[in-house]
Every structure is written in structure tokens, then in C-alpha cells.
């Protein structure tokens, strides 16, 4: 079965940018979009963006300034860019699949991200 | 933006109790609303997809309704693994946005 596995640093300093990578497993990439979606402490779930297979995107407008999603089909990884952090981009950050009717379908574990000087 | 707006936001309940959450929608999202489970350090799980399609794999006892703004999802009979934290998600229109959660504890 399809899985999703997030990685990357879990610490990144003020002002720089936020870098994660989701590998996905058991399956295509295709015909799916493939969203980044976090969690801060204690608060609720947002919505970051998406990258369908073929590279379209699309992102949260608060956040659409400072976000990159780009996909490699090749490897069947796609990525996150988050640029000039604060502390208040610190979450847990999951990558999903999300499937048309079925909403997000498929979710990795989670990967926690601090930004901390 | 579609605002959502979920109750309660902390549920104490027993196991084998009958527990319902409900959703409300800013606006009307049709049957555009799914329900999602999170536990600490696991995958999210999706529950309910389309307001009232159970998601392969999820026990019979979950089960959603409603439609254009108000929507609830079910447990009919309370098990020890549902202590959870539930959100309900809107995909009407983007950006999709979710509730602010409700927490199920253990009475």
C-alpha cells in the first residue's frame, strides 16, 4: 500500500528557509495531488499547498509569498520550501496525498520542525 | 475564505458511549466534507470522505452526515482506540480549511 515518509531538519534558525522532502512508497504519483499540510503546537490543522503529479500548484494565500512545492516523479518524492521562518512557522509538518473525491487520503507521521536561533 | 466551526472542542465520553460531533460550515460546501482522526505521533487517518462515505477500512461504528453547512459524525458505541483528536475539512473551495478540532477523552 501507498505510504509517505517526511525528512528533513527538525531545527531551523529564524530567517532561513524550512526544507522537506516526502518520499512516497507502494505506488504512483500519478493522477494524485500531493499536498503539505501543518500542525503548530496545540492549534489546529493548516493547509499549506499542493503540487499535482504534472507540476501544476497551488497554495494557501497567507502563506504563498514565502512557499515552493516542487515534485520529482523520477524518484516519486516531492518537496517543500519555506522561506525567511519565524517562530511561528514551528509545526509538526505532514505530507498527504490527496485524492480528488476522497480528500486527503493518505498521510505520513508527521515530522516536527523547530525555529530556534 | 469558508470558515469551520466544530463542538464541542474537548468531549469527555465513556467506552460504549454513543458520541456525535458536529461541524458547521460558513457557507454552503454541499457534501464536500471529510472527517479525519489524529492520535500523537501516528498518521492521520481519514474517516469520512463526501460527508457520509465511510473510508476503506474504518470501523462500521463511524458515520457521518449532513449537507451545505452542517454536517456530524458518529461513533455509535465508543472504543478504548477512539480517544482521539477529530477534524472535519472542508474541499468545496479552496484554500481547503479544516475545524478547529475536537478532542474525545476518557471520562
Known amino acids: 500500500q501507498v505510504q509517505l515518509q517526511e525528512s528533513g531538519p527538525g531545527l531551523v534558525k529564524p530567517s532561513e528557509t524550512l526544507s522537506l522532502t516526502c518520499t512516497v512508497s507502494?505506488?504512483?504519483?500519478?493522477?494524485?495531488?500531493w499536498s503539505w499540510i501543518r500542525q503548530p503546537p496545540g492549534k489546529g490543522l493548516e493547509w499549506i499547498g499542493y503540487i499535482y503529479y504534472s507540476g501544476t500548484t497551488n497554495y494557501n494565500p497567507p502563506l504563498r509569498s514565502r512557499v515552493t512545492i516542487s515534485v520529482d516523479t523520477s524518484k516519486n518524492q516531492f518537496s517543500l520550501k519555506l522561506s525567511s521562518v519565524t517562530a511561528a512557522d514551528t509545526a509538526v509538518y505532514y505530507c498527504v496525498r490527496e485524492e480528488a473525491t476522497r480528500a486527503f487520503d493518505i498521510w505520513g507521521q508527521g515530522i516536527m520542525v523547530t525555529v530556534s536561533s | 475564505d469558508i470558515q469551520m466551526t466544530q463542538s464541542p472542542s474537548t468531549l469527555s465520553a465513556s467506552v460504549g458511549d454513543r458520541v456525535t460531533i458536529t461541524c458547521r460550515a460558513s457557507q454552503s460546501i454541499s457534501s464536500w466534507l471529510a472527517w479525519y482522526q489524529l492520535k500523537p505521533g501516528k498518521a492521520p487517518k481519514l474517516l469520512i470522505y463526501k460527508a457520509s462515505s465511510l473510508e476503506s477500512g474504518v470501523p462500521s461504528r463511524f458515520s457521518g452526515s449532513g449537507s451545505g453547512t452542517e454536517f456530524t459524525l458518529t461513533i455509535s458505541s465508543l472504543q478504548p482506540d477512539d480517544f482521539a483528536t477529530y477534524y472535519c475539512q472542508q474541499y468545496k473551495n479552496y484554500p481547503w480549511t479544516f475545524g478547529q478540532g475536537t478532542k474525545v477523552e476518557i471520562k
Open positions: 507502494g505506488g504512483s504519483m500519478s493522477s494524485y495531488y
